[in-house]
């Protein structure tokens, strides 16, 4: 069983910054991965970047060179770097932890999801 509660979204302007992020507590050894997921009205749910229990991440390209997804371990947290932000990006973003298998990363806990807004 994991529980993740998330924080910092909110309203920015276009080209601020945000950080999001996502504390961890339980576990469970099927959990080798940790994820962001963002959702706006009538858009299909995108994931936005993965971080594996071995450090490696990947991106969606949307967010390639302006996101970047890290860990603390110490903390047991997940971090979201936005910067350069679109008003596109507006969203609720979704922390989850999942397990990063053959097929792709599939999530399995999900966070309570946290509104951000880019706009002037």
């Known amino acids: 069983q994991v529980q993740l509660v998330e924080s910092g979204g909110g309203l920015v302007q276009p080209g601020g910054s945000l950080r999001l992020s996502c504390a961890a507590s339980g576990s469970a050894f099927s959990i080798n991965a940790m994820g962001w997921y963002r959702q706006a009205p009538g858009k299909q749910r995108e994931l936005v970047a993965v971080?594996?229990?071995?450090?490696?991440?990947n991106y969606a390209d949307s967010v390639k060179g302006r996101f970047t997804i890290s860990r603390d371990n110490a903390k047991n947290t997940v971090y979201l770097q936005m910067n350069s932000l679109k008003p596109e990006d507006t969203a609720v973003y979704y922390c989850?932890?999942?397990?990063?298998?053959?097929?792709?990363?599939?999530?399995?806990?999900w966070g309570q999801g946290t509104q951000v807004t880019v706009s002037s």
């Open positions: 971080i594996t229990s071995g450090g490696s991440t």
């Open positions: 989850n932890a999942g397990g990063h298998l053959y097929s792709g990363y599939v999530p399995y806990y």
